[in-house]
């Protein structure tokens, strides 16, 4: 019997691989993490919020490192939106190395609106980025940000480690990146528990763009954050609540200088 419930998992395994490649048409894939992780790879979380760009895919030296599920066994039209990160929680693989470059590529079918005013096209290399060494089972999240220019047809990007803080149930640990706007300089984060015995903590005095702060644990609770410029320009968000031993990276999408045509708001994911 132990030896059949040991074939059962393995097929079940093997099943789940094969799904997750089929969705993403005939190009080699690596899954979002099923398993224990793998030393032989480090694991990354792709957030875009390019304003006005495309939908794309992620790929890590060639590999495609975004599973978009499809129901005709070829790539999906459709990727990771404006505003949406890969995967919902947790991270994905990459491969293990020095130089390894991270494109954003739109889908090879994506639909092309009608109208077209920013300049899409299929298969095009949105934005590109070199992360000079990844190593086995570190984290890492990379960013695409700015406005598209669809003169050159390309967004910015950046990346960062991400240094996951120890296990702590007491606690609830945040950081925030600042991925906004260049012209918007450096901005200040403070978040205000709603028991009044607890406050208010700064999690950045003036953090710079495409970069974020370190990983600060405060008590859990209900949270109301307030996003500033130097110049006094301002962004809120209330009623998040976080709970014990989870690890959240708060972000600006957006231009926090303007409240159009695409409102500024400050995303909020979880590393664990």
Known sequence: MRNMNVIIKQFIIATLGLVLLNACGKQTTFPDIIREPSANHG????????????????YANGIKSTSIVSATGEEAATGVGWGGTHPSIGYVEIPVGTN????????KNMVIPA??????????????????????????????????????QKGKAFYIEDQLPGVDTSKVFMRF???GVEEAGP????????????????????IPYATATSFVAVPY??????????????LIRNGITL????????????NILSKTPIAPFIDNVQNR
């Open 187 to 206: 901005l200040r984060f403070v978040v205000t528990n709603r028991d009044t015995l607890i406050g208010s903590f700064i999690i950045s005095e003036s």
């Open 243 to 254: 709970n014990p031993d989870r690890v959240h990276t708060f972000a600006l999408r957006g």
């Open 100 to 107: 390894v470059k991270i494109d954003a590529i739109t889908p």
């Open 115 to 152: 109208n077209n005013i920013n300049n899409y096209e299929k298969s095009l290399l949105a934005a590109s980025l070199t992360i000079p060494k990844v190593e086995g089972l570190k984290q890492y999240s990379v960013y695409l940000c700015g406005l598209w220019d669809k003169v050159t």
């Open 177 to 179: 990146v600042n991925s």
């Open 43 to 58: 694991q990354v979380r792709f957030y875009n919020f390019v304003m006005n760009g495309p939908t794309v895919n992620f």
């Open 221 to 234: 609770g209900v949270y109301d954050l307030k996003l500033y410029t130097m110049q006094g320009d301002s």
